[in-house]
């Protein structure tokens, strides 16, 4: 199976502030790679698909870049909606994983 | 609008089985991508099963042997057969419709509200 490592495992940040998370793939995976939100007591939110695709009505704020095993979701000038946690997940083989997620608190 | 509504969870005991549902609205469950995704307390997504359109079924090798996915398209429901069940796998079920994406199947963009699966004696 393809592992997925994500670090920072959490990160404090402050409005305005921009944040890097890296997702690293243990293999190549192209561009299968997205990326998700998560709120406590809601569904995940697609955020980022194909590595570098923003989803229709995710904040331009939002970006992806990499390709093969190495991946970032940078958020430039956060607001106070983004304190989530948030996880990469590939789709390059039939049996997707997830990243463990990064926790992005307020400092 | 696509719905996924999750239902079937509750406290069971370990070595119990359940099985949960997801009906789904909008879309039809027999010609799209399906997939059950969960979350234990604390803890991360962790991919479960999928089945695809075609019939096909892949299975998380934590839950191999234990759970099956399957599909009533009369009904348009999306169901996970869970036995054996023991105290990890005390989670948030997630149903999701996966769509393709310029060649990328596998985007969970569609995702229903979850329902809880507690395994304690």
């Known amino acids: 199976d393809i592992q997925m490592t994500q670090s920072p495992s959490s990160l404090s940040a402050s409005v305005g502030d921009r944040v890097t998370i890296t997702c690293r793939a243990s293999?190549?995976?192209?561009?299968?790679l997205n990326w998700y939100q998560h709120k406590p007591g809601k569904a995940p939110k697609l955020l980022i698909y194909a590595a570098t695709s923003l989803q229709s009505g995710v904040p331009s704020r939002f970006s992806g870049s990499g390709s093969g095993t190495d991946f970032t979701l940078i958020i430039s000038g956060l607001q106070p909606e983004d304190f989530a946690t948030y996880y990469c997940q590939q789709s390059y083989s039939t049996t997707f994983t997830f990243g463990q997620g990064t926790r992005l608190e307020i400092k | 609008e696509v719905q996924l509504v999750e239902s079937g969870g509750g406290l069971i005991q370990p070595g119990g089985s359940l099985r949960l549902s997801c009906a789904a609205s909008g879309f039809s469950v027999s010609t799209n991508y399906m997939t059950w995704v969960r979350q234990a307390p604390g803890k991360g997504l962790e991919w479960v099963s999928s089945f695809y359109a075609d019939g096909r079924t892949y299975y998380a090798d934590s839950v191999k042997g234990r759970f099956t996915i399957s599909r009533d398209t009369s009904k348009n429901i999306l169901y996970l057969q869970m036995n054996s069940l023991t105290a990890e796998d005390t989670a948030i079920f997630y149903c999701?419709?996966?769509?393709?994406?310029?060649?990328?199947?596998?985007?969970?963009?569609?995702w229903g509200q979850g329902t809880l699966v507690t395994v304690s004696s």
């Open positions: 999701t419709k996966a769509s393709n994406y310029g060649g990328n199947s596998g985007v969970l963009l569609d």
């Open positions: 293999q190549r995976i192209s561009s299968y």
